[in-house]
């Protein structure tokens, strides 16, 4: 006899009896120590437990439920009633049965358990009967050392030729108006238990075929089959006021029987109709990581006005949607472009564009502009970089800066780039640049291993010369690490301690020394280099992005606080403290955000701004994702230490895992169905989950970094930028 804690968990169903067998009539009522399921009181879950108490409905409701009998929780005290219950339904011990947990806990509308408690099938004869239910009731005790209050449900076995998962929604995919079937040969418990991924088959509302995976898959189950389980589902959902998980089988006979029904507990996130397709990779190359708020206020503001401008100049969206939609945002402080405004995507339906004549009108209305401003653009790029040069030329260092001059000069800088991106982005859409020019990436290359050849430090060559910060993301707090930089020196931490203290704008320097006593390195080089105009636009982006680092490093030190935390403030509020405000009351209790992985290259967003990766993109190492998600973590076995991270990476989803899942950070399988117990409890938990990634084990090593999304089934390894 084997128990299904040992193998696979509850719920499953693996034979039922001889093949063409037909299930038993009622048995007789034999006192409190058992409840048949036709009877009232298996309606309670207080007293039956919740899967005898849905299925008690469903009986009642007509649906096709194996008889049975419930031992209340407490009431396996009383051996003859039980023997007398166990021998009408056995008919005299020949026929097998189920001996299966049913605790209040478990198949709830919050929490389905599944797989937390024991059920054991095919058991034969009363001695393995009272063992089996002595098994069931010894699985209440919990992992956390509680125990749950446990009934025992007791039905037929029943020899299914193929059975499965029915779900009256699909949780994977977030719809309602879907259903989701997963079959296997034999009994649901292979399907449940991860052993199997069995043949999914999505369906319409009404039973209609949508589409089979794998496509080339044998057909398990045939279209008069699919539209009976659409027809029960249909049922059950008006039954239970809701969709619902579902265990099927179909017998030898073709009858179809339910054998467990439980309301969907978790559902994919869905983002609303219309929501705005965004994606990283316009934007990524200037600001790749993850930004604080004030980073956000200072650098995200300014580049989405001048986007918007170079938009509405060149006629390329709508004035009113440009005002009231703004083209780069930050989704958990990292930034993502509006991916239709900037054309980087095709419009949604081709022919009605075809059709709509705003957009013609719209771009002939700008054609004039943009005919004039196509030959004036090169003389306005070079005018705005100098006098982006002046300006810089003449600021003294931010030390020397009384404090309305200094938020007078980060007023300048945030005005000031939206001008620069917008030039910028114009350039870039009307000026045809010669193959080989010349690029501030190139130029800034060629400086950095000049000064490197003289054997200056990093630090020194950007002090040298400016023009190296190309190279560079802006940043408040980090320093950004130059290509081919060494990390520091762990032999020599003074001397590093030192070389740091002689640079201004480290994130610590003022509050180690007070305010920066060095001479503070020119932001802008002598000779300037000549460059094209977009590249000379986006280097002075570079320049003055920088100047308000400094500007912010002085200002936090004027206000008296450290980068960190002026870091965590709104402009607005920054500039009321620099005006002599107090700093808001809160700020001691304000903290960084979370780290978070990197954007997917287009994504929506869900109510709570939970990012949903569109399905077309995907690369890397994709497998299928069953529990939506992203996460970034370390890859471990589940043997040895637990990572602080950990991403479970495992060959099957065993229900023995289930008790690692709330402290993991992501789950990744070699083989599994998305309506496996494993994958219901993974999205209950909102734990990213995937299944299917082809030699996960091999390929995803112990200690590996790895990038996981459980909507598009993307592992990658690697870390977050």
């Known amino acids: 006899m084997t128990t299904l804690d040992e193998r696979h968990g509850e719920g499953a169903h693996g034979g039922y009896g001889p093949p063409g067998q037909v299930a038993p009539g009622p048995v007789e009522a034999h006192g409190p120590a058992t409840v048949l399921l036709e009877e009232p009181g298996a309606a309670v879950p207080g007293r039956a437990g919740s899967k005898a108490a849905n299925l008690a409905r469903a009986a009642r409701a007509g649906l096709p439920v194996l008889p049975g009998f419930v031992i209340p ?12 219950a166990w021998d009408d339904l056995s008919e005299g011990g020949t026929r097998p049965l189920v001996v299966r947990s049913s605790s209040p806990q478990e198949d709830t509308g919050e929490s389905s358990l599944a797989g937390r408690f024991a059920s054991v099938l095919d058991v034969r004869g009363w001695p393995a009967f009272r ?14 050392g509680s125990t749950a209050p446990m009934s025992v449900l007791v039905q037929p076995m029943l020899t299914a030729r193929v059975g499965g998962v029915l779900f009256g929604a699909d949780p994977v995919g977030g719809r309602a108006d879907r259903m989701l079937v997963s079959a296997v040969r034999g009994g649901p418990d292979s399907l449940v238990g991860g052993e199997q991924a069995g043949t999914d088959y999505w369906l319409g509302g009404r039973g209609r075929l949508l589409r089979t995976e794998p496509a080339q898959a044998a057909p398990l189950l045939t279209r008069a089959q699919l539209a009976r389980l659409a027809r029960l589902a249909r049922q059950a959902r008006k039954v239970f006021d809701g969709p619902q998980d579902i265990e099927f089988g179909f017998d030898a006979d073709g009858t179809l029987w339910l054998f467990q029904s439980r309301p969907i507990t978790a559902m994919a996130v869905r983002p609303a ?64 472009a509006d991916l239709r405004l900037l054309g980087a995507v095709a419009p949604a339906h081709r022919w009605l564009a075809l059709l709509n004549p705003a957009p013609g009108a719209r771009r002939l209305a700008a054609a004039w502009r943009v005919g004039r401003l196509g030959s004036a653009l090169p003389g306005l790029a070079t005018d705005l970089a100098a006098d982006v040069d002046r300006r810089l030329a003449r600021i003294p260092p931010a030390a020397a800066l009384p404090a309305p001059a200094l938020t007078a000069e980060l007023r300048w800088t945030r005005r000031v780039l939206v001008s620069l991106h917008a030039q910028e982005t114009l350039a870039g859409a009307l000026l045809r640049e010669p193959p080989r020019s010349r690029t501030a990436a190139g130029t800034a290359l060629t400086a950095l291993a000049d000064a490197r050849a003289r054997g200056l430090s990093d630090d020194r060559a950007v002090a040298a010369n400016p023009v190296i910060l190309a190279l560079t993301a802006p ?33 610590d320097a003022a509050r180690d020394r007070g305010r920066p006593v060095a001479p503070e390195p020119a932001v802008l080089p002598s000779p300037t280099p000549v460059l094209p105009p977009r590249e000379a636009l986006r280097l002075r982006i570079r320049w003055v992005q920088e100047l308000q680092v400094r500007l912010v490093r002085e200002a936090a030190w004027r206000v008296g606080a450290g980068v960190e935390e002026v870091a965590l403030l709104r402009w607005r509020e920054l500039a009321a403290a620099l005006g002599g405000r107090p700093l808001p009351a809160d700020l001691h209790a304000r903290v960084p955000r979370t780290a978070s992985p990197p954007l997917p290259d287009a994504f929506r967003l869900a109510e709570g701004e939970i990012v949903v990766a569109d399905r077309r993109d995907g690369h890397g190492d994709v497998g299928r994702g069953v529990s939506g998600g992203r996460a970034v973590g370390t890859a471990w076995d589940g043997t040895g230490p637990r990572p602080e991270d950990p991403v479970l990476v495992v060959r099957t989803l065993d229900p023995a895992l289930a008790p690692l899942l709330p402290d993991l950070t992501a789950l990744v399988a070699q083989t599994g169905s998305p309506l496996s117990h494993l994958a219901v409890l993974a999205r209950e938990l909102g734990l990213p989950a995937v299944v299917g990634a082809a030699d996960a084990v091999r390929r995803l090593p112990p200690g590996a970094r790895l990038t996981v999304d459980g909507t598009t089934g993307d592992v990658r390894l690697g870390d977050a930028p």
């Open 273 to 336: 109709r219309g929501a705005r397709l965004l994606g990283p990779g316009p934007v990524a190359e200037t600001l790749p990581g993850q930004l604080a708020p004030l980073e956000e206020d200072l650098w995200v503001a300014p580049m989405a006005r001048g986007l918007a401008a170079a938009l509405d100049i060149a006629g390329s969206a709508p004035r009113r949607l440009l005002r009231t939609v703004p083209v780069v945002t930050t989704v958990g402080g990292r930034a993502a």
């Open 475 to 507: 940043s408040l707090q980090d320093r950004s690490r130059l290509p081919g930089a060494q990390p520091p020196s762990r032999d020599h931490p003074e001397r590093d301690r030192q070389a740091d203290a002689t640079v201004p704008g480290r994130p």
């Open 131 to 144: 063992t089996a239910v002595r098994t069931v009731l010894a699985s209440a005790h919990l992992p956390d």
């Open 73 to 84: 929780h407490g009431a396996a005290g009383h051996p003859v009633a039980l023997w007398r």
